[in-house]
């Protein structure tokens, strides 16, 4: 146990030496290749004009994914009027999203208790 930690000790090592050495030279790269993305002047104005600009984007397109909610949902209970002509692959499809959707759940509810399987922290 202790040779892993070792092993370990001295990977971490390596690689935050090698962040040292390269960090400043990929920052600098990274932000020359993406230079489109970036506001001049960079100040806090112009953050907080894009943060109100996203969330107001965000609410204009809700009516969009409104629509698009009752369309879908137009869809699932015309399947489930004509469930006869259901075929195995539609039904494999909807037993997977909602076995996805309680996954999700699961993991929520772990994310949510502190990331413990057993229960909440005292």
Same mark, same amino acid.
């Given at each position: 146990?202790?040779?892993?930690?070792?092993?370990?000790?001295?990977?971490?090592?390596?690689?935050?030496?090698?962040?040292?050495?390269?960090?400043?030279?990929?920052?600098?790269?990274?932000?020359?290749?993406?230079?489109?993305?970036?506001?001049?002047?960079?100040?806090?104005?112009?953050?907080?004009?894009?943060?109100?600009?996203?969330?107001?984007?965000?609410?204009?397109? =809700?009516?969009?994914?409104?629509?698009?909610?009752?369309?879908?949902?137009?869809?699932?209970?015309?399947?489930?009027?004509?469930?006869?002509?259901?075929?195995?692959?539609?039904?494999? =499809?909807?037993?997977?999203?909602?076995?996805?959707?309680?996954?999700?759940?699961?993991?929520?509810? =772990?994310?949510?208790?502190?990331?413990?399987?057993?229960?909440?922290?005292?």
């Amino acid at each position: 146990m202790a040779s892993k930690l070792q092993q370990l000790q001295s990977k971490a090592a390596q690689a935050s030496q090698f962040v040292v050495k390269h960090g400043c030279a990929y920052h600098k790269q990274l932000l020359e290749q993406n230079k489109q993305y970036v506001q001049e002047p960079p100040t806090v104005e112009k953050c907080n004009l894009l943060a109100k600009q996203l969330f107001y984007t965000r609410l204009a397109s =809700i009516p969009g994914r409104y629509e698009s909610f009752w369309k879908e949902l137009d869809y699932v209970k015309h399947m489930w009027k004509n469930r006869q002509e259901l075929k195995v692959e539609d039904a494999g =499809i909807a037993a997977l999203f909602g076995l996805e959707c309680y996954a999700w759940f699961c993991a929520g509810e =772990i994310v949510g208790r502190g990331f413990t399987f057993t229960g909440y922290y005292v």
